[in-house]
């Protein structure tokens, strides 16, 4: 059974010596970071504990190290607290020049492929104290990894949210083909009926043996021979470099790698529709003033790659 929690029973100070804590990893440090004394922040890490049924933090020889669940609850603290600086301070409180927040954010590999260098790249230039922890997540996992409070931003393919949930269209994807350098049976073009007879490698996360390019051709009574299903789109590019087989995915995932593989681009021999990529947050992150910014950041980044 859940175990039922009164909150106007609890001391959320509690929720400021936790955040110190993390940060400091010393009890010494934090009780200077937020003004207590030493017996402050350790009675406090005792009340900590006893309510979260966990001991958060174990002594080493690094500093107290945060246990799993300590980890796990971490970034939402944070998030806690930055909301209610940027309530009491007009929305003003988040500088990312100066803020050392954490952000739990879900990404499948194509869109952390996609997305995470250019992130990681602004994140550098414009707030050097932020970090990111990124989860792996896909289309069918995604929403419910936000409503459990896993992560709290998602971007990717996923289905449309629920009312309590937001989106905001990052790019629209489209599709290439693509095969090795040195392919026997590619020509300069590729037609529909050379594309049917070739061997063709596909992803499909839950390892289905037919996708989204599958069900296109099955619309028009047609049939491509997938020979290979990975569940990972990294592995798609470095198979047809290594194989005779051909893939059909997203040309963000191809492209930015023609360069540096020897592999040969062709525009598919039919119209494939393309999927909208997106970012998706719960509605309960509308007014942080840290969360805004990231979104802001990464509608910059989609427009970019």
Known sequence: MMKKVHIAAVDLNLLVVFDALVAERHATRAAERIGLTQPAVSHSLNRLRALFGDPLFVRSPRGMMPTPLAQDIAPSVRSILEQVEGVLLG?????????????????????????????????????????????????????????????????????????????????????????????????????????????????????????????????????????????????APMLVDASDLVATEPRRLFAPLAGRLPLRLFPPPLDIPSFRVVQTWHARHDADPGHQWLRRVLSDVGQWV
């Open 91 to 235: 929305g003003r409180a988040f500088d990312p020049t100066e803020s050392t927040r954490q952000f739990v954010i879900g990404l499948s590999d194509y869109a952390a492929f996609v997305l995470l260098s250019r992130l990681t790249a602004r994140l550098d230039r414009e707030a050097p104290g932020i970090s990111l922890v990124i989860r792996n997540t896909s289309r069918s996992v995604g929403l419910p990894m936000l409503d459990d409070g896993a992560v709290e931003l998602i971007a990717g393919n996923f289905p449309p949210p629920p009312t309590h949930m937001r989106e905001e269209l990052l790019y629209e994807e489209d599709f290439i083909c693509a095969g090795r350098g040195d392919h026997p049976d590619l020509d300069e073009r590729l037609d529909l009926d050379r594309y049917l007879s070739l061997r063709h490698l596909q992803v499909s996360m839950k390892g289905n043996a037919s996708g989204y390019v599958d069900a296109v051709l099955t619309e028009k009574g047609l049939k491509r021979n997938v020979v290979v299903t990975v569940g990972h789109f990294l592995m």
